[in-house]
C-alpha cells in the first residue's frame, strides 16, 4: 500500500522560514510528478508547487521566488522550502504523487501538515 507522510509543519512568524518533506513508502515505481498542494479554511484546495521526475518544476504567482520544490528520486521524499513566508500561507499543506500509465493516472495524498504563520 503506498502512503506518503508529510513533516515540517509548524508556527512561524512572517519572514520566516519552514521546509516540509514528503516520504514515499510502499511503492515500487517513482512517481511522473510530485507536488504540494494547501488548502486554507473555507477555501479550495490550490497547487503550491510541482515537480517531475526529470527535474521540471511550476509554481502558481503567488509563491514563485519564496518558495522551492526539489525531489530526491533515491529515497523516495519531496521537499518544499518555503521562504519568507506570509500570513496568507497559513493552510494545511498535503503532498501528492502522480503516477502514470499507458492506461491510466493514478494520485496518492498524503494526511496533510498545517503550517501556520503569524503576523
Known amino acids: 500500500q503506498v502512503q506518503l507522510v508529510e513533516s515540517g509543519g509548524g508556527l512561524v512568524q512572517a519572514g520566516g522560514s519552514l521546509r516540509l518533506s514528503c516520504a514515499a513508502s510502499?511503492?515500487?515505481?517513482?512517481?511522473?510528478?510530485m507536488g504540494w498542494y494547501r488548502q486554507a479554511p473555507g477555501k479550495q484546495r490550490e497547487l503550491v508547487a510541482t515537480i517531475t521526475s526529470g527535474g521540471s518544476t511550476n509554481y502558481p504567482d503567488s509563491v514563485k521566488g519564496r518558495f522551492t520544490i526539489s525531489r530526491d528520486n533515491a529515497k523516495n521524499t519531496v521537499y518544499l522550502q518555503m521562504n519568507s513566508l506570509k500570513p496568507e500561507d497559513t493552510a494545511v499543506y498535503y503532498c501528492?504523487?502522480?503516477?502514470?500509465?499507458?492506461?491510466?493516472?493514478?494520485?496518492?495524498w498524503g494526511q496533510g501538515t498545517q503550517v501556520t504563520v503569524s503576523s
Open positions: 510502499g511503492n515500487s515505481f517513482n512517481f511522473n510528478v
Open positions: 501528492k504523487g502522480e503516477r502514470t500509465t499507458w492506461s491510466a493516472r493514478y494520485d496518492y
